[in-house]
Nanobody, 123 residues
């Protein structure tokens, strides 16, 4: 069982930055690929970015490539999402998720989810 807790959401201005964190419980964190997803009101949950267990492989959605950066610290059981050059369309609830195998983009393939953290980008 893995428990995930996101933090770091909030209000940012267009062009601004936020850094999200996702802390995981358990002693086998490095065995899990981690993903960040987001869900805007009335829309489906979309893949944002994923990272392999070792951190050596990442996969970004085209809409965030070059603006967002995922990283992980396996010693701290934490995955991060640095979000720069934020746009109003980045407004959503952001979720982290974990799965035992490699990074995939479909939310149904992830086994564990956090409760989400709200990000609002507005002037």
């Amino acid at each position: 069982q893995v428990q995930l807790v996101e933090s770091g959401g909030g209000l940012a201005q267009p062009g601004g930055s936020l850094k999200l964190s996702c802390a995981a419980s358990g002693r086998t964190f490095s065995r899990y690929a981690m993903g960040w997803f987001r869900q805007a009101p009335g829309k489906e949950r979309d893949f944002v970015v994923g990272i392999s267990g070792s951190g050596g492989s990442t996969n970004y959605a085209g809409s965030v490539k070059g603006r967002f950066t995922i990283s992980r610290d396996n010693a701290k059981n934490t995955v991060y999402l640095q979000m720069n050059s934020l746009k109003p369309e980045d407004t959503a609830v952001y979720y982290c998720a974990a799965r035992r195998l490699g990074v995939v983009t479909t939310p149904q393939e992830y086994d564990y989810w956090g409760q989400g953290t709200q990000v609002i980008v507005s002037s």
